[in-house]
């Protein structure tokens, strides 16, 4: 008897939400600061939705977990990044070499 391969994707997206709300309770997700991101400095690009899928890290308060978000904006050295986890969603800032884009 195999594993199911039609819900593989169902099971490893439930194991992801569970990790980030395991993660989640370790401290408040960090986001870059106002100063890390030097807004008035930088251009932003917002991007259209439907949003690129990235793979990024993130950290709730000492812990770090990597998850799967989509690229809502950016700067040159930072990405604004969304992710859920049951039914809430998650946003923040990281630098832009945290993330990768899913080229699944």
Known sequence: MGSSKRLAEH???RSQHQAILTAARSGPLQSLTDRELALREQPVTI???PYRVVRAWVRFGPEAIRVDAK???STPS???IEFRA???IFRCW???NAVVL???
């Open 11 to 13: 099971y490893d997206m």
């Open 47 to 49: 991007y259209p939705q």
């Open 71 to 73: 690229l809502a904006r």
């Open 78 to 80: 930072a990405a604004g």
């Open 86 to 88: 049951g039914d809430t």
């Open 94 to 96: 990281v630098w832009g």
């Open 102 to 104: 899913d080229d699944a």
